[in-house]
């Protein structure tokens, strides 16, 4: 049951015991804050859904703008929920999509739908349990047919191991439309090892991909969120620039040979080899105690 203290709401999931608590965004009027085991997972602004707050969360909204015409309804699947920033977002954006949600904690979604509840009229389906799992119970007249499929999955600060292999995004790719888009949220530090192998996997899979940051974590100088972008069909190259016109600024996308260069020695991730994603330092992502 979630209970107030600090006047947070918050909440002990029960899968895996992590806490989550809702913070009040005490600069943006209407907007609020998932935390979950001290490390902000979402951001909220239900008096404006468009209104997206973190970086990477802006550069994955600016490539839903470009998956069909401003406007026009899409078919999207995200694998992780947070407090569906997302998904508000495209239902906002784009009236009359049909969006399916995957996420492990049933009492976190039962936690966000009391304190953040999303529009009574969006067509949004929530699924329980863990992504793989349930990739491989959806209908199967989805498959073939996603416009947009999302992986933000995140246990705390790191992404299992799991959902980061070939085996997982092979069956990811398999709801794809032809000329579908794979998005994927990746956290990395320097070097950027994890991200590079995200990346070689992603583009071994569906055969194009492109990363999209902030120009000082692709250069492997700080801890950051990666955006990795991959497709069936060769990716519109005309609106890279429009992604990265749209800021946050100073951004960088790497394609073509330069992508290569990125992934190179990189090997493709299996469920063999996966690992998790890196721990940040605590000073990056997670909250102090108490705060």
Known sequence: MATRE???????????????????DKWVQGSFQLVVDGTPQSHVNVDDPTSLFFEYIQRIGHVIDEVRAPGEPITAVHLGAGALTLPRYIDATRPGSRQQ??????????????HLPWSKRAAIRVRYGDAREVLGRFPAGLAGSVDLVVVDI?????????????????????????????????????????????AAT???????AAVLAEA????????????????????????????????????????????????????????????????????????????
């Open 154 to 198: 995140f246990s705390g600060a790191r992404t299992p191991a799991h959902v980061t292999s070939v085996e997982f995004y092979r069956q990811a790719a398999a709801l794809l439309a032809p000329d579908g888009i794979l998005v994927v949220n990746i956290a990395d530090g320097p070097g950027l090892a994890f991200a590079r192998g995200q």
């Open 6 to 24: 600090t006047d947070n709401p918050r909440i002990r999931l029960a899968s895996s015991g992590q806490v989550a608590v809702i913070e009040a």
């Open 216 to 291: 000082q974590i692709l250069k492997g100088r700080r801890f950051g969120n990666v955006v990795l972008i991959g497709s069936p069909s060769e990716l519109p190259m005309h609106f890279i620039p429009r992604l990265l016109a749209g800021g946050p600024h100073p951004a960088k996308a790497v394609t073509g040979k330069e992508l290569r260069q990125f992934v190179a020695g990189a090997a493709v991730v299996t469920d063999d080899t996966a690992v998790p994603s890196p721990t940040p330092a605590q000073t990056i992502f997670q909250l102090r105690s108490g705060k």
């Open 101 to 114: 949600v995957v996420e492990l904690e049933k009492d976190l979604i039962d936690f966000v739908r009391e």
């Open 202 to 208: 992603v583009q071994d899979v569906l055969g194009h």
